[in-house]
Every structure is written in C-alpha cells, then in structure tokens.
C-alpha cells in the first residue's frame, strides 16, 4: 500500500497523559499536512510542513501540540497533558509540491477519557 | 464563523436519479475548491476540483459547477449508484504563500437507494 498511513488508528488514553502519533506520507510528498476533525464538523488545519520545515501552525494547535518532520519523510503529533476536548479524528495528508490535491490517510481516532 | 457551509446535512437519492449536493462560501479570496468523499472509518478521498478561472469541471459521472457571483458551488453525480453512499466535503482554500490551506465544510451524508 502506497498510500498515507497512520499509526495507531485508534488511542484511548486518560486525562493528563500524553499522546503521540505518527504519519507516513506517499513517499514523494514533500508536503504534510496535519488536520483535526471533530464530530459533526469538517476537518481543521492545524499545521503543515514543507520537508522539514514546519512552515504555518493553526490557532488551533495550542502549546500543548507539537509536531515534526525531522527527516523530512514521516511526522509525529504529541499532544502534552491531554485534555477531553483534544477527543477527535486527527487526520495527516500529503502532496506533492504545490499541489491542490491533498491525500489523507485513515486518521488516528484519540479518545480522552 | 463558517467560512465554508453546506447546509444540507443529509440527501436521499434513488440508484440512477441525480444528486445535487450544494456548498456556499463567503470568503471572496478562496479561488480554490475540491469535493472529498469519506467512508466510514476512512480518511476523506480526493473527487474533484475546480479552479476559480473556471465555472465547471467534469469527471466521468460526477461534475463541479462553480458561481462565483453567488459564491455557490455544487457536484452534481450522475447517475448516482449505491456505492456513492458516503459522506461529501466540499473544502475551499486561497492559494497563499504557495501552498493549499483548506477550510472544510461540515459534510452532506448521501444515501442512495437500491
């Protein structure tokens, strides 16, 4: 399967602890993209990356969120000290370069408890 | 404040009639727009696009119609088959700093019946 991946798909975890997720992207991509989408809602932006630079970050993505791309192939979202509200689908996309078309992988589905 | 709104949240269709599955914007600096599909359990997946330089883009059964004026678009699929049954984006982005920043609305469910 060529397609993006994520790891894990599902992650229950208790209020307070952290979290980590990782992403794969279409291995030509050098552009990721990280996005949250809550129940009844669409996806949101949080972040993206051009290589390994991290180049725009959401309002959404509060100090608690951090993401990289240290090789400039896959990437990890941590969510620090986590909180109920951080409960949703959070979704990594690819393209490549300036791309419109963006391919999303399955989503990480994080429940806080 | 919706940026991007698709009021519908749900649409029943009869095997072979055509849906209709509408988006309004309200950001007059979005000249980019794609419809996603999304099973359940499964990321959304590309379907179509269409610029703002154009009012139309087909592919095979399913069709963009962009109006700007009204700041409208809507995908039309004819004609329409059981497997469509899915949940329909449509997402919005300027293009900025030269990438695709998309603003997603809330998704339309579409059922349609054998």
């Known amino acids: 399967d060529t397609g993006v991946s994520q790891d894990p798909r599902h992650k229950i975890t208790k209020r307070g602890q952290n979290v980590t997720f990782r992403c794969d992207p279409i291995s030509e991509h050098n552009r990721l993209y990280w996005y949250r989408q809550t129940l009844g809602q669409g996806p949101e932006f949080l972040t993206y990356f051009q290589n390994e630079a991290q180049l725009e970050k959401s309002r959404l993505l509060s100090d608690r969120f951090s993401a990289e791309r240290p090789k400039g192939s896959f990437s990890t979202l941590e969510i620090q000290r986590t909180e109920q509200g951080d409960s949703a689908m959070y979704l990594c996309?690819?393209?490549?370069?300036?791309?419109?078309?963006?391919?999303f992988g399955s989503g990480t589905q994080l429940s806080v408890l | 404040d919706q940026q991007v709104k698709q009021n519908s949240p749900s649409l029943s269709v009869q095997e072979g009639r055509i849906s209709i599955l509408n988006c309004d914007y309200t950001?007059?600096?979005?000249?980019?727009f794609l419809w996603y599909k999304k099973y359940p359990a499964e990321g959304p997946t590309f379907l179509i696009s269409i610029s703002s330089i154009k009012d139309k883009n087909e592919d095979g059964r399913f069709t963009v119609f962009l109006n700007k004026s009204a700041k409208h678009l809507s995908l039309h699929i004819v004609p329409s088959q059981p497997g469509d049954s899915a949940v329909y984006f449509c997402a919005a982005s300027p293009v900025t700093s030269g990438t695709y920043k998309y603003i997603f609305g809330t998704g339309t469910r579409l059922k349609v019946l054998a």
């Open positions: 950001n007059s600096m979005f000249d980019y």
């Open positions: 996309a690819s393209s490549l370069g300036v791309s419109e078309k963006l391919f």
